[in-house]
């Protein structure tokens, strides 16, 4: 049986969770980045505004583990304004958001405001000017994964996202790995 390789990468800003290029060549993708072995795949998506913790493996099995629903991902969000008390608990019970065009609500999750997050460094493309007015972070915890699911809830209390970043997937932790950097982990604990 092949050995498998299992990475969690520092997705940078302005990269798609792809390996190759298919069409035209008009994103960065993450093959661009490191030299991957054959197979591997990211297991689950960030889109290109989002960056932090992608879990990449050569191995189908645990990428099926880590998408489970019991497996949580911790995000941190730097949104508009100072979501209120009532926000975070309407977030925290679950909000009214579109996917593929039908009214989806979100399973409940774990969400508080948080320091700024001074360990991330400044985007290359600036967020906004400060004179649009404050920004704060909160961090939420989900165990679902929809297409932009997060940005969606934080609009839908009227805190738009500026910056997305995931910090964790199960026990794997960002930490200090820097933006394109690569550390391995182990598969184990997602079985």
């Known amino acids: 049986m092949a050995e498998h390789t299992h990475f969690a ?3 940078p800003f302005g990269f798609i969770s792809q390996f190759i290029h298919k069409g035209k060549r008009t994103k960065r993708v993450l093959g661009e980045l490191q030299d991957f072995p054959e197979g591997m795949m990211a297991i689950g998506r960030l889109d290109e505004n989002t960056e932090g913790l992608i879990l990449l493996t050569t191995d189908g099995m645990t990428s099926e583990n880590v998408r489970r ?5 911790e995000y941190y969000a730097q949104v508009d304004g100072f979501p209120n008390e009532a926000a975070i608990k309407k977030l925290m019970n679950g909000v009214e958001i579109g996917i593929k065009g039908e009214k989806y609500i979100t399973l409940p999750c774990s969400v508080k405001v ?3 997050p001074i360990a991330f460094p400044p985007r290359e493309k600036k ?3 400060e004179r649009h007015g404050p920004t704060s972070w909160i961090s939420i915890t989900i165990t679902e994964g929809k297409y932009r699911q997060v940005r969606k809830m934080t609009a839908a209390v009227g805190h738009a996202t500026l910056r997305l970043v995931r910090v964790r997937v199960g026990e794997v932790k960002l930490d200090n790995l ?4 690569i550390k391995p982990f182990d598969p184990k604990q997602f079985e």
């Open 9 to 11: 990468l520092h997705k």
């Open 69 to 73: 629903k019991t497996v949580e991902k």
């Open 114 to 116: 948080i320091e700024d």
């Open 127 to 129: 967020i906004r000017d």
């Open 178 to 181: 820097k933006s394109g950097e």
